[in-house]
């Protein structure tokens, strides 16, 4: 794999071509006018024009897609046609479906929800898991916040806003007594506490990836949890439930970014707890981190961004180096996370000061 054309150059897309450009000959796509001070080329085009995308994957080795859920499959359909590797970000479990579907056929890697959750937390749990003899309970939970909160929300969209509602409205699929089953999104509220302050998690949609499948059988419980500051679960129930707006998404969208703009100052909370027994012994191990913006490059970036991009860029470096599968369809559980962090852009999960070069 030499040539990587990265779809998408926003907060997430622009660092993930960034990252990839340090190994790769990479290609920029967006739909706007290129933006000037990239260190690799970038073209302007549509992804709803077919000819557009069979051209531009015609000379590439892989195509990460960091769109939005909704314009992923244009991509995957021409990454398919192509025969090349695709790679995107979702936590939308029919677009996931429909690329699974395709990667029946593939000749390359078909590697959604290569992100932070789906993606890299499921890692972060496999992980866990493969330490025991026999499995119980398996708990995973991240939180993309604004360091400093202020309003009754406690957020900031540094994220997509239409991910983030798609996961709010979309039902969550978990394991319950051993049942897998789906329940409704902004549920099963329970409270943390992270070094001393307040979050509360809940229900959302995607966050697991194809873990469910993967542990149905193995586990008595299995579920993932989004984390936020106290109270925020009940004021998006309010919003969508009670005003109905729950059908209304690019309206409840405009209203949340225009209210609740990006901050610089973030955290991304990572934290899994996997029970079980290693031979006969009842034992629990736990993942936790509190990953900050990080210097890269010269350019800050924030948490949220960094902690996404680098978890498909070191997908897609691993898929290159021939350690992973070479087509197909690819599971975000079974990429070994001490693989994923040895690679340039995952050893960026490793840092521990707020500066890399």
């Known amino acids: 794999m030499q040539k990587v054309a990265v779809i998408g ?157 798609n996961e709010y409205v979309n039902d969550a699929e978990m394991i319950h007594n051993g049942v897998r089953k789906m329940v409704p999104s902004l549920d099963g509220i329970e409270q943390i506490n992270i070094e001393g302050q307040e979050f509360e998690a809940f229900t959302t949609s995607g966050g697991l ?6 542990l149905e059988g193995r586990v008595d419980t299995l579920n993932y949890k989004t984390i936020r500051y106290p109270g925020h679960a009940k004021l998006m129930r309010f919003l969508l439930y009670e005003l109905l707006l729950k059908d209304k ?22 934290y899994a707890v996997v029970e079980g027994w290693k031979e006969e012994r009842l034992e629990r191990e736990e993942f936790y981190q509190a990953y900050h913006p990080l210097l890269i490059g010269g350019q800050r970036w924030r948490a949220i961004s960094w902690t996404t991009a680098a978890s498909v860029a070191a997908v897609v470096e691993l898929v290159a180096s021939g350690r992973l599968i070479g087509r197909g369809f690819l599971k975000q559980e079974d990429i070994p996370l001490e693989a994923l962090l040895g690679t340039t852009s995952g050893s960026l999960y490793t840092h521990s000061e707020s500066k890399a070069n």
């Open 9 to 165: 150059l926003g907060k997430v897309g622009s660092l993930v071509a960034t990252l990839l450009g340090r190994q790769f000959s990479v290609t920029g796509v967006d739909a706007n006018a290129p933006a000037s001070g990239f260190s690799f080329p970038v073209v302007k085009g549509s992804v709803q024009d077919r000819q557009f995308l069979d051209s531009l994957l015609a000379g590439q080795d892989a195509v990460v897609s960091c769109l939005p859920y909704h314009a992923n499959l244009p991509v995957a359909e021409a990454a398919h046609r192509a025969g090349i590797h695709y790679f995107d970000l979702t936590e939308d479990v029919p677009t996931t479906a429909a690329i699974r579907k395709m990667a029946e056929t593939s000749k390359g890697v078909m590697a959604p929800q290569c992100g932070l959750a789906p993606g890299f937390i499921g890692i972060v749990g496999a992980d866990l898991c493969r330490r025991f003899t026999r499995l119980r309970d398996v708990e995973l939970r991240v939180g993309a916040l604004p360091s400093h909160p202020n309003g009754q929300m406690g957020y900031s969209f540094t994220w997509s806003p239409a991910g983030v509602i």
């Open 209 to 214: 990836g194809t873990l469910c499948e993967t």
């Open 249 to 270: 998404r690019e309206l409840v969208e405009q209203i949340l970014t225009e209210a609740k703009p990006p901050v610089a100052e973030d955290v991304v909370y990572v």
